[in-house]
């Protein structure tokens, strides 16, 4: 077959990839003049930055793993690293996750987190209900302590909304969950290690994450046309025409609010759920320090709070590989969310390189270089409409002969791992379809 995939990130890529060691004939079109997407990477001097913010290669799915790290140039190619990730809790570091670091907290804090853990654990396992909502949930599971300490005020940062106005059904697995007993435990000292399962991670040694992306591409096996905006697909009888150019089947990853004005005949009221698909974007600031000693060995760690500036997690990047940086020198990337209205200019860099100097993570008296990138798309507003929402969407596609998946070309609110994930499971669907010579739905669960 003759196939087009729209969209050239690690989704794209991953699955073109799969479908060229098949025999078929694949194009994959990206509007951008290089392929990755969120996964790319840049370049300031000797300097490596990811533009998205920090990324790791981690995944649970072993078959999953072994693919991604494969495409980095396997053990010798990556840096393993044992992950320590931290809260910056006003003047304190707290292990993360924040229930397992309890105990750090002053002995005030440690007294609301726990009175009001307990309150809740009580009116749980007396039944009530898992709250639809957000802000409500957060009190619903963990009480007004961690919520007031530490879950009302990250997440505010980082999503930017009433809390009460984002659905809770995508926590479950996001957010991890403590044993009751790892918390009482920390309360009182005792070290809990909490969320083991990403207890390390990989990183590609040389180019940043995007390393990844151009192992997928080198020796794929397919065409990837850079620098091309998908502007018209149509379909016609069991074909389709991509910019005018002839295909047998089309896989879409591009963003659903990009894609949407190019395809003509999806119908108005999916065309409506589609542009009601808000993302929050990403401002990566991206700063290179001079060093005398090395950094501490953290990988991340997050800042809740007002005082600490815009940003909601800062990386130690140059700890994920020593290539990232210049010899006598380190790096950071530093995370700040926005709804589309933030632009930065040299002013507001320094007032965030300056409140993380008083949050304790980097002297702004040793900041060599200070760049930023912006991602329109970086997470998912879920608000209390999006299941249903995205459900129309999907089921439209599903039925429509179009195949849709990645981050955005689904909505799945996925990592990179789980895109590969998906690009295994769209490739075995594509393999059914061409063996029996029958359409079939899509299905992904
Ligand atoms: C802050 C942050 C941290 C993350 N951390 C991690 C991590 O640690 N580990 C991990 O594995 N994952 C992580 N992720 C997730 C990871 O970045 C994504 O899962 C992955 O990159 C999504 O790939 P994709 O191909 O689905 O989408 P994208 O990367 O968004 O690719 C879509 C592509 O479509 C292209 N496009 C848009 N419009 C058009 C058009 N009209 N025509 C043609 N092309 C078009 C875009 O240019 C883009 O290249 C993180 C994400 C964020 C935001």
């Given at each position: 077959m003759k196939i087009a995939i729209l969209g050239g990130g690690i989704s794209g890529v991953a699955l073109a990839r799969m479908l060229a060691a098949d025999g078929h004939r694949v194009v994959v079109i990206e509007k951008a003049e290089r392929a990755g997407g969120l996964c790319k990477s840049r370049?300031?001097?000797?300097?490596?930055?990811?533009?998205?913010?920090?990324h790791i290669v981690f995944s649970k799915d072993k078959r999953v793993l072994d693919w991604q790290l494969a495409r980095c140039g396997g053990e010798a190619g990556t840096v393993r690293t044992v992950r320590n990730t931290k809260i910056r809790?006003?003047?304190?570091w707290v292990p993360y996750p924040f229930e397992n670091g309890v105990g750090h907290l002053t002995k005030d804090a440690i007294v609301d987190c726990m009175a009001g853990?307990?309150?809740?654990?009580?009116?749980?396992?007396?039944?009530?209900p898992c709250p639809p909502n957000f802000g409500d949930w957060i009190r619903w599971r963990m009480g007004d302590g961690f919520a007031r300490h530490f879950m009302v005020p990250y997440n505010e940062k980082i999503w930017k909304c009433d809390l009460r106005t984002m659905a809770s059904d995508w926590v479950a697995g996001r957010v991890p969950e403590a044993p009751i007993e790892d918390i009482v435990k920390s309360a009182i000292g005792i070290e809990t290690?909490?969320?083991s399962h990403q207890s390390v991670f990989w990183f590609p040694k040389h180019g940043g994450f995007e390393a990844m992306v151009r192992g997928t591409v080198e020796g794929g096996g397919f065409d990837l046309h850079c620098g091309v905006a998908v502007t018209s697909v149509?379909?016609?009888?069991?074909?389709?025409?991509?910019?005018?150019?002839?295909?047998?089947?089309v896989v879409n990853t591009v963003p659903l609010p990009q894609i949407e004005p190019a395809i003509a005949e999806i119908p108005a009221d999916v065309r409506a759920d589609i542009r009601a698909l808000r993302p929050i974007s990403l401002v990566n600031l991206m700063i290179g320090v001079k060093l005398d000693e090395p950094l501490p060995p953290i990988s991340w760690a997050y800042l809740p709070f007002p005082e600490q500036g815009p940003t909601n997690r800062v990386t130690w990047f140059s700890n994920y590989s020593p290539y990232n940086a210049p010899a006598g020198h380190g790096s950071f990337l530093a995370e700040v969310t926005h709804r589309g209205e933030l632009?930065?200019?040299?002013?507001?860099?320094?007032?965030?390189?300056a409140a993380l100097g008083r949050a304790g993570i980097l002297d702004p008296d040793r900041v060599v270089?200070?760049?930023?990138?912006?991602?329109e798309y970086a997470y998912i507003h879920q608000d209390l409409e999006f299941a249903s929402r995205i459900g129309r969407v999907r089921r439209w596609f599903d039925a429509s002969g179009y195949l849709t998946f990645g981050r955005f070309g689904r909505y799945e609110y996925h990592n990179s791992d789980q895109c590969v994930?998906?690009?295994?499971?769209?490739?075995?669907?594509?393999?059914?379809?061409?063996?029996?010579?029958?359409?079939?739905?899509?299905?992904?669960?």
């Amino acid at each position: 077959m003759k196939i087009a995939i729209l969209g050239g990130g690690i989704s794209g890529v991953a699955l073109a990839r799969m479908l060229a060691a098949d025999g078929h004939r694949v194009v994959v079109i990206e509007k951008a003049e290089r392929a990755g997407g969120l996964c790319k990477s840049r370049n300031y001097g000797e300097f490596t930055f990811d533009e998205a913010g920090g990324h790791i290669v981690f995944s649970k799915d072993k078959r999953v793993l072994d693919w991604q790290l494969a495409r980095c140039g396997g053990e010798a190619g990556t840096v393993r690293t044992v992950r320590n990730t931290k809260i910056r809790w006003h003047d304190r570091w707290v292990p993360y996750p924040f229930e397992n670091g309890v105990g750090h907290l002053t002995k005030d804090a440690i007294v609301d987190c726990m009175a009001g853990y307990v309150e809740a654990y009580a009116s749980r396992r007396a039944g009530a209900p898992c709250p639809p909502n957000f802000g409500d949930w957060i009190r619903w599971r963990m009480g007004d302590g961690f919520a007031r300490h530490f879950m009302v005020p990250y997440n505010e940062k980082i999503w930017k909304c009433d809390l009460r106005t984002m659905a809770s059904d995508w926590v479950a697995g996001r957010v991890p969950e403590a044993p009751i007993e790892d918390i009482v435990k920390s309360a009182i000292g005792i070290e809990t290690e909490g969320y083991s399962h990403q207890s390390v991670f990989w990183f590609p040694k040389h180019g940043g994450f995007e390393a990844m992306v151009r192992g997928t591409v080198e020796g794929g096996g397919f065409d990837l046309h850079c620098g091309v905006a998908v502007t018209s697909v149509e379909k016609h009888g069991s074909s389709y025409r991509v910019n005018g150019e002839s295909f047998d089947l089309v896989v879409n990853t591009v963003p659903l609010p990009q894609i949407e004005p190019a395809i003509a005949e999806i119908p108005a009221d999916v065309r409506a759920d589609i542009r009601a698909l808000r993302p929050i974007s990403l401002v990566n600031l991206m700063i290179g320090v001079k060093l005398d000693e090395p950094l501490p060995p953290i990988s991340w760690a997050y800042l809740p709070f007002p005082e600490q500036g815009p940003t909601n997690r800062v990386t130690w990047f140059s700890n994920y590989s020593p290539y990232n940086a210049p010899a006598g020198h380190g790096s950071f990337l530093a995370e700040v969310t926005h709804r589309g209205e933030l632009r930065p200019d040299a002013a507001w860099m320094r007032g965030v390189v300056a409140a993380l100097g008083r949050a304790g993570i980097l002297d702004p008296d040793r900041v060599v270089l200070s760049e930023w990138c912006n991602n329109e798309y970086a997470y998912i507003h879920q608000d209390l409409e999006f299941a249903s929402r995205i459900g129309r969407v999907r089921r439209w596609f599903d039925a429509s002969g179009y195949l849709t998946f990645g981050r955005f070309g689904r909505y799945e609110y996925h990592n990179s791992d789980q895109c590969v994930a998906r690009a295994m499971e769209v490739h075995a669907h594509i393999r059914r379809v061409a063996a029996s010579g029958t359409p079939e739905s899509l299905v992904l669960r």
